[in-house]
């Protein structure tokens, strides 16, 4: 029921491209990758087929998509753009950075969770652009995964979560960053917000914008509903660890350990990594790698680096957390 392609990734074949993209037209659903995690995508302007996003994932209906695009021609015919809007397309695009910006008619109103804002991106992922490029229409994506859940960051957690539930799921291979992307609402000139730490650091966009982005208060939080659930979750508990601080008590016969340091303490099982940012992009795939092999509990290391990439998986972890958040 769900067929599965493997496109190269650098020139990807058209055969598969078009396949792929008639299921988008025919308001089907496409599993693909992108440079984050991987999107479970639909034609962003068929409400049917958004609703159909909705059910897949089974995500509560007030969590907006982002709407992915391939050109900053077709930015323009769904958001009202402005000048930091300007800047920051021509600055980073097509990378892991989401802009919020007012929201024009065309779209519906599924896709944006109701709201009268939208979220846009164009991911830097060549079989990504060329699937939204063949498709003629903006694909709205969240991550290919059930709802909750930790994202897929390979196909064999994507088709573990969507085999039998979509028409068809690209194989990408293994992703580059790993958490999703950096989301800003930018629609106030005046007061910039980070509503999602993630792929892109905010000290560069910072630097772009000439202006700090903001923690968006209790009245913004909820124009971006997203922020509200309990989410990358495994079934196993996580538990963070600061390094220096006192061993968790787990059980070292069953307990696992991610982190870019040694434990320092027994666990069973452990995935070092080299460094923040190997961290941030196996951080998922280790998650799932865990729940597999039937592991009581994930000991995960707080990461030391704030700034760049930490502050997005210092996000992810402390979501994913049954207890033990620890801030340095
Ligand atoms: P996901 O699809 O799971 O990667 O989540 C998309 C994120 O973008 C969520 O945190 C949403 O709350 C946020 N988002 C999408 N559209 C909007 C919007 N119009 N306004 C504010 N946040 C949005
Ligand atoms: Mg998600």
């Known amino acids: 029921m769900t067929i599965t392609a493997k496109p190269n990734k650098w020139n990807p ?8 993209a008639e299921i988008i037209r025919a308001g089907g659903l496409v599993a693909f990758p992108t440079e984050t995690v991987y999107g ?3 034609d962003a302007l068929n409400p049917e087929a958004v609703r159909k996003i909705y059910e897949a994932k089974g995500r509560p209906s007030d969590n907006p998509l982002i709407l992915h695009v391939s ?12 000048d930091a809007a300007e800047v920051l397309m021509k600055t980073f695009w097509p990378a892991p950075l989401t802009l919020v910006l007012k929201a024009k008619e065309i779209i519906p109103s599924v896709t944006r969770g109701g709201l009268d804002t939208a979220a846009v991106r164009m991911p830097n992922n060549p079989i990504a652009l060329a699937l939204i490029e063949a498709s003629r229409t903006p694909i709205a994506a969240p991550s290919a995964n059930l709802s909750g859940r930790p994202s897929p960051t390979d196909f064999e957690s994507v088709s573990h979560d969507m085999n039998g539930k979509i028409e068809m799921i690209i194989d990408g291979g293994d992703v580059e960053v790993g958490i999703e992307s950096t989301v800003i609402d ?8 980070m509503l999602r730490p993630g792929g892109m650091s905010r000290e560069v966009i ?21 922020t509200r659930y309990r989410h990358y979750a495994p079934d196993v508990p ?13 059980e070292a016969d069953s307990a696992a350990y991610m982190g870019t340091h040694e434990p320092g303490f027994e666990v069973r099982e452990k995935i070092l990594f080299d460094d923040t940012a190997n961290y941030a992009r196996g951080l998922f795939a280790g998650f799932r790698k865990f729940e597999r092999d039937e592991c009581s509990c994930i000991v995960a290391q707080w990461p030391e680096d704030s700034s760049g990439i930490g502050e997005g998986l210092r996000d992810r972890l402390t979501r994913s957390a049954t ?3 620890m801030y340095n």
Request: hydrophobic share 35%.
């Open 40 to 42: 479970l995508g639909a």
């Open 238 to 250: 996580v538990v963070i660890w600061r390094r220096g601080s006192r061993p968790p008590t787990v």
């Open 206 to 226: 910072e630097e772009t914008l000439k202006a700090r982005l903001e923690v968006p208060n209790s009245e913004s939080k909820k124009r971006s509903p997203g």
């Open 13 to 20: 074949e058209p055969e598969i491209i078009s396949r792929a």
């Open 323 to 325: 207890s033990g958040v």
């Open 186 to 193: 930018i629609t106030d000139p005046k007061k910039f917000l």
């Open 71 to 82: 050109n900053v021609a077709q930015v323009r015919e769904l958001v009202y753009v402005n």
